[in-house]
Nanobody, 119 residues
Framework: QVQLVESGGGLVQAGGSLRLSCAAS????????MNWYRQAPGKQRELVAG???????KYADSVKGRFTISRDNAKNTVYLQMNSLKPEDTGVYYC?????????????WGQGTQVTVSS
C-alpha cells in the first residue's frame, strides 16, 4: 500500500507565500510524474504544476512565474513553493504521483490540503 501525506497549507494574505509538501510512503520502487492539482469551490480540479523523474516541469498559465515545483527522489517527496499568492489561488491542493511498485504502476492521491488567500 502507498500513502501520500500533504502538509503546508493554511491561511495567508495576498502577496504572501506558502510551501506545500507531499511525501509518499509504502512499498515504492520508484516514482515517475509528480503533480499538484487544486480544486476551488464550485470548480473542477485543475493541474497546477507537474514534474517528471527527469525534472522537466510544467505549469498552469495562471501560476507561471509565481509557483515552483521540485522533488526529492530520495525522500519520495514533491514540493510546491507558492509566492505572490492571489485570492484566486484559494482551494484544496492535492498531490498526485505515478508510483511504480514491483512490476506495476498506479496513480495515487493525497488527501488534500486547504490553501486560503485573503485579499
Amino acid at each position: 500500500q502507498v500513502q501520500l501525506v500533504e502538509s503546508g497549507g493554511g491561511l495567508v494574505q495576498a502577496g504572501g507565500s506558502l510551501r506545500l509538501s507531499c511525501a509518499a510512503s509504502g512499498t515504492i520502487r520508484s516514482i515517475n510524474d509528480m503533480n499538484w492539482y487544486r480544486q476551488a469551490p464550485g470548480k473542477q480540479r485543475e493541474l497546477v504544476a507537474g514534474i517528471t523523474r527527469g525534472d522537466s516541469t510544467k505549469y498552469a498559465d495562471s501560476v507561471k512565474g509565481r509557483f515552483t515545483i521540485s522533488r526529492d527522489n530520495a525522500k519520495n517527496t514533491v514540493y510546491l513553493q507558492m509566492n505572490s499568492l492571489k485570492p484566486e489561488d484559494t482551494g484544496v491542493y492535492y498531490c498526485n504521483m505515478q508510483v511504480i511498485r514491483l512490476l506495476m504502476s498506479a496513480d495515487y492521491w493525497g488527501q488534500g490540503t486547504q490553501v486560503t488567500v485573503s485579499s
